[in-house]
């Protein structure tokens, strides 16, 4: 379960189905297809007819199996997923609404490609399934790393050991990490499992 | 808790269609007013002897001599005010002006911007069409008359070039088709609504079920306080304003010399929201402030526009 | 040639110092002998005696040569420090003509500024800088708007635009703060970049300051004073730079607090502006040695009991906290315990 009480990390409060929605895109990793189950059976037969769907990574869709989607495309990663959405995104049009259900880094991606293609964040209807691995931006070198799961980190691009706050940009999709020994150097804390 | 006040003088009266007048006010020591941002209105103060109306205008534009131009429609339902400025007001006339508020900006972060006006709510628009050129922005204008003899600006904007201005007579039978105009539009366009209630009615519907998201649907309500039932108000010091039924509640407290908290005097911004103490009667809520759960709750009121069906509510002021 | 603006470091070897005039104006920002968050706002109007850091909208004081040197340091070694999102342009027209004519208006000595319609003609005295650009057309600036002016005015700012009932940090230039991140905040509305902020959301002062800030109109700034504490007077204690100055946290010592320990006071004024309907949010940074600062008896005392009774919650997450009890002794000696007057206890 997500811890509440940060502030700056926004809230996902579920997907909810659009019935007027002439286009409904609908990302999802294997934790979320669940999710993903859980609306369609909220909504009517011809719902499924208006979704364009991307399963993303690895893993046990079958909850998704049993509804006649118009698309069902599959990524391998990420970064795949998230090009074919811009691609799609690319030829929307007002009337399209986008959903996500998964991962943080999977939803803050999406959310930022969204933005990024003039939808309004809070448009985009959310879900968190599965783990609570985060993204990490290394304020120093601006670098990303991915899959972080444990408290203190070391940045994949600089070396640095992190220390991930809890603070969240919606812009870069990721928490803040800062160097955790720059008062005392050397002095790294054992590396706690704390995002699984 | 008040905006700041200028003092501005008539510079100029026209009259641009039935039952609407367009006025031209500059700043009577000389002063420049204030720049503005497009969908701003002032409040102008109206004083007839001992009757004071405050009301709303959008700020159309700039005038020649870089004074602001608003348009006042004047109809049967007019509590006084608007009827006021058509019939007391003339070139040289002057007035009291807040400085200019926003509560219904362009939305910065759109990528395409659809207006649609209906009478007198083509007013705001005018000033949006003035910033979305000069920000080099893509927009469209939808504009709704009666007639065009009713229709205020019309000859203005179908002198306009280009295909983004349409202006649609009913008396014609033109209407505004705005399921098809919404159907076929980019991602991070934003649509601005301004006319009367009906039409915002209707037109946040359209959105609605062509899969509009909330937050790309804008609007901005002209609600002057409506109309009703007598009824009474008691402040914590005892005393008890009456509230007649052509005058809002923040009209009789002002009149009472109470110095009440407002800000749009339209029931959008929510400065004027004020606790109820205790009500005899229903509140009747008018604002588009207050949640459903608010309303229901019945704890508070925002006095610009909203009533009590008779008998007296006593207020936390 | 001149003698006010002081040729003064905020890095390396850290000669910046304040004047006795310097000392006397600072901000001192407790009213009690304790601290909790409020929401402390008030209208940004002239008060104090004349050269009150409240005199003016802008203050420009003796640190303003070093200070914009400094400046430029900083933005030459990270641009990242300054951004604007595409759709500020024209609140960053706002902030120019904001700061230029304030700069102006409160002190013509140094600089001028003259408009004729769009045609503009900017002198900046003191850093030596003379432009003349056509107002609204940033081809005729060296820089965007708002870099091009921040470059040339003490303190860090941020545009903030609003929609959604709320306000955006679109925009800014950060390179004197206290450990946040521009380059990461970007884009943040006001809950969530307050969102590391202890204990203040639960007292609900976020949300009465942006209900309060949402109707905020033009002509009626407001301020109100934030404060933390710095080892050595170093502007950018950003995130970024963490590693050059979270070490000196541990090298203060029973002698050297004095001269190493500041009390670093933030003074924030907002400002509605007027084509964007965005809202201007300086936040201006002024710093006392604890030698400077014992200067004054009052202030000896109540630093002293404030730093003494700061909840811990607070001290960690201002950083004070490898440093507060050397600092607390030090101070104990100032304070001998009497009484002090309820107020900002400014001259």
Known sequence: ?196 | MTANMQRVRVARVDDVAAGIKRFELVGLAGQSLPMFSAGSHIVVTMRDKDQVWRNPYSIMGVSEDNGYVISVHSSPESRGGSRYMHTKVHVGSELDISEPVNLFPIVHTGRKHILIAGGIGITPMLAMLDELKRDASIFELHYAVRSPEAGAYFSDLMSETGRSIRVYSSDRGERIPLAAILSNQPLGTHVYVCGPQRMIDWALEVADRAGWPEENVHCERFSSAPPGKPFDVELRNGTVVHVGEHQSMLEALEHAGVDAPYLCRGGACGQCVTRVIASDSKLVHNDHYLTDEEKQAGEQIATCVSRADGGCIKLDL | MNTFFKDETFRDDFTFQNSPEAVARFPFPYWEDKYMYSVNMEPHVKAGAPGSVYEFPIDIDEHYVSDMRDRALVLAEDPLRCQALPHMMSAQWDVLELLMISMAEAYPKHFTLNRHGDEWHWINRPLRIEDKFRFGDATTLPYEPMEYITRQCQGDFSVLDQRENNLWMDAGIATSQADWSLDFDIGMNFMEWHGPVPLAHEIGVFDRALKFLLNLQQGKPVRRLNWTMTINPRLDTSPENYDKWGIDRCAVTPENVGDKVHLRVELQALWRLPRSNAMLFSIRAYLLKMRELVTNPDWARRFHRVLKSLPPELADYKGLTRYRDATVDWLAKYDDGKPTPTGFLLK
């Not at chain 1, 959310?111 to 691995?133: C, D, P, Q």
């Not at chain 1, 640095?160 to 928490?175: C, G, I, N, P």
């Open chain 1, 1 to 196: 379960m997500l811890v509440s009480g940060i502030k700056s990390r926004p809230h996902y409060p579920g997907l909810k189905p659009d019935a007027n929605a002439k286009q409904n895109v609908i990302v999802a990793d294997s934790g979320g297809a669940g999710a993903v189950a859980d609306m369609m059976r909220q909504v009517d037969a011809d719902f499924a007819s208006r979704c364009i769907v991307l399963l993303v990574g690895a893993g046990d869709f079958a909850a998704c199996e049993p509804f006649k989607f118009a698309s069902v495309w599959s990524s391998p990663t990420i970064a795949t997923a998230i090009n074919r959405l811009v691609n799609v995104l690319q030829h929307g049009r007002m009337g399209l609404r986008l959903y996500v259900a998964g991962t943080e880094p999977l939803i803050g991606q999406v959310v930022k490609a969204a933005v990024e293609h003039g939808i309004e964040h809070n448009s985009v209807r959310t879900e968190h399934r599965g783990s609570t691995s985060r993204r990490v931006q290394c304020v120093h070198c601006k670098g990303i790393t991915e899959d972080v799961t444990t408290n203190p980190v070391t940045c994949a691009h600089c070396g640095t050991a992190l220390l991930v706050r809890d603070h969240y940009s919606r812009r870069y999709a990721a928490f803040m990490g800062v160097r955790i020994d720059a008062e005392a150097p050397g002095e790294i804390p054992q590396s706690v499992g704390e995002f699984k």
